[in-house]
């Protein structure tokens, strides 16, 4: 169909965005396809295989068992079932399922690495990987199980089990056996032969897939807390004199930079601001004074994660792997998650230190004796309680996030007989990050839910086109709050704008960049 994107795998060149876009799309808008340059290097990888089976000399992964049963030689009629008992027995998964968008980006990772044609893997393998992308078919994979090195054994090994026709998927919006669904596209069950079952499962898919959509969602995060405590600022008759890029200049991290430029820039031609910049005030509370330095720290924790999510996305992560050039076959560790594992967890305090200084803005607007606005937002306080306990949500969340920012990365489990005696836990630091984020979206909504209640309150006066323009899109899913009514309507409605990068989108309608 003329309308489908087709993005096409080399194994090299896959982006965090392109990831995102590919997982996060609907059915039928996008699909995925193998280089034929890279095919043919897949084709190449696989004969090495079958001429390893044939010498009969052993080769861990190929004819040998695996992880602390390394030593066992297999006979060769017994490979394929090897294979099978391998995925079999590490579909050992538990917890809730991950989400479609995750699962997609597991199977987008999973098959890119392959494509690279360092594992030997059967072709037509991944072609039914990208079967699954394509149509929609998503396996069912439980969150918990993995420790972050050997690869992401247990959630990939039920990616596989669904392959070969024994997993359960979600297909056309229904729960059912994977086998069917493959009989459905009119495919068939993958067949497993030497080495095929440890090159699906062994790598580093599931947490990188993880990493990957976290940093488009911290991407959002960052600029929306700009967005936001510039609107907190106005809404309070802060000052922006602490914005000075003279300041900055002094002290020029990369991410200090672009915050103060973001908030220069979506403060401009702001009626509030103007109207008291000559006024006695000199200094606001850190919450407000402070923005372009820790909103800056927050954006480094997110540009690391970045540069090293971006090189884990193209690399061969599985073991052992197939050197053509070299004629050989090398067992290593580019499986270990360890990278990924340190910077998901740096992200994730990147991400709630957004929340803690949002949260102290949050408290700001509802303190009459800082904002000179009504308590808690609303003109009848006492008959109404205004926004005092969509405060206290905020302030939950807030303390959550920093149990939830104990870093997984310095904890390891040695597992197998102690032949996986250092481990990363690379999949639970991406999975507290997740959480994070989400937490995260929750606090600036209820920031914008407050701070354009607060803005009302400075009518006549307006803000800058683009503040107004981020109110204008609020006011059209929540109204000015008159008497007390169910808030959490009113957030859920500004976390969807928030997830669907719309508020993002409408203020930079009217400024040059927000970076």
Do not use: W
């Amino acid at each position: 169909m003329s309308n489908v994107e087709n993005i096409i795998f080399n194994g090299h060149s896959l982006t965090i965005e392109q990831v995102h876009h590919i997982a996060f799309s609907k059915p039928g808008k996008v699909s995925v396809s193998i280089c034929e340059k890279a095919l043919e290097r897949m084709k190449e990888s696989r004969a090495y295989v079958h001429n390893i089976v044939e010498k009969g000399e052993p080769v861990y992964g190929i004819n040998t068992g695996f992880g602390a049963l390394s030593s066992m030689h297999i006979k060769k009629e017994e490979l394929a079932t090897l294979q099978l008992n391998l995925i079999r027995s590490h579909c050992t998964g538990t917890g809730n399922p991950f989400s479609r968008e995750i699962t997609r980006a597991i199977m987008i990772l999973r098959a890119n690495c392959l494509i690279s044609g360092y594992s030997g893997i059967q072709p037509e393998i991944v072609q039914l990987i990208l079967d699954f992308i394509n149509f929609d078919i998503n396996p069912i994979v439980p969150e918990k199980g993995s420790v972050g090195a050997s690869g992401d054994l247990a959630p990939l090994s039920h990616i596989a089990l669904a392959l070969i026709g024994e997993g359960e998927v979600i297909y056309d919006g229904k729960h059912s056996n994977s086998n069917f669904a493959i009989d459905q596209i009119g495919r068939k069950p993958a067949v497993l032969g030497p080495k095929d079952g440890l090159a699906l499962i062994n790598g580093t898919a599931v947490m990188a897939a993880i990493g990957a959509c976290a940093v488009v969602e911290a991407t959002n995060i960052m600029k929306i807390a700009d967005i936001s405590a510039a609107l907190t600022l106005d809404g309070v008759r802060g000052t922006s004199k602490a914005y000075y890029e003279g300041i900055t200049g002094l002290k020029p991290h990369p991410g200090q930079i672009d915050a103060c430029q973001n908030l220069n820039v979506l403060l401009a031609g702001s009626e509030i601001k103007d109207s008291h910049d000559n006024c006695g005030k000199v200094q606001d509370p850190y919450s407000l004074r402070c923005v372009p330095q820790v909103h800056g720290a927050c954006r480094q924790t997110l540009k690391h994660a970045r540069e090293v999510i971006s090189i884990e996305l193209n690399s061969v992560t599985d073991n052992p792997l197939i050197f053509l050039e070299e004629d050989q076959v090398v067992s290593g560790g580019n499986f270990h998650g360890e990278a990924l594992a340190l910077v998901m967890d740096y992200l994730a305090m990147g991400v709630a230190e957004i929340c803690n200084i949002c949260e102290r803005r949050i408290e700001k607007m509802m303190n009459p004796s800082f904002s000179d606005l009504p308590a808690f937002l609303t003109k009848n306080s006492g008959l109404n309680s205004g926004l005092m306990i969509a405060h206290v949500t905020a302030a939950a969340l807030t303390s959550e996030n920093k149990y939830l920012c104990h870093p997984a990365s310095v904890d390891s489990v040695p597992t197998s007989t102690d032949k996986e005696d250092h481990v990363s836990m690379g999949v639970t630091s991406g999975r507290k990050l997740l959480e994070v984020i989400d937490n995260a979206k929750t606090v600036l909504g209820i920031e914008l839910l407050c701070n354009t209640q607060a803005l009302d309150f400075q009518r006549p006066l307006k803000s800058s086109n683009a503040l107004e323009a981020v109110h204008t899109l609020v006011r059209k899913h929540v109204p000015p709050i008159e008497d007390d009514r169910i808030f959490y309507k009113d957030m859920d409605n500004i976390k969807k704008l928030i997830s669907s990068n719309e508020i993002v989108d409408a203020a930079s309608a009217h400024v040059e960049k927000i970076n």
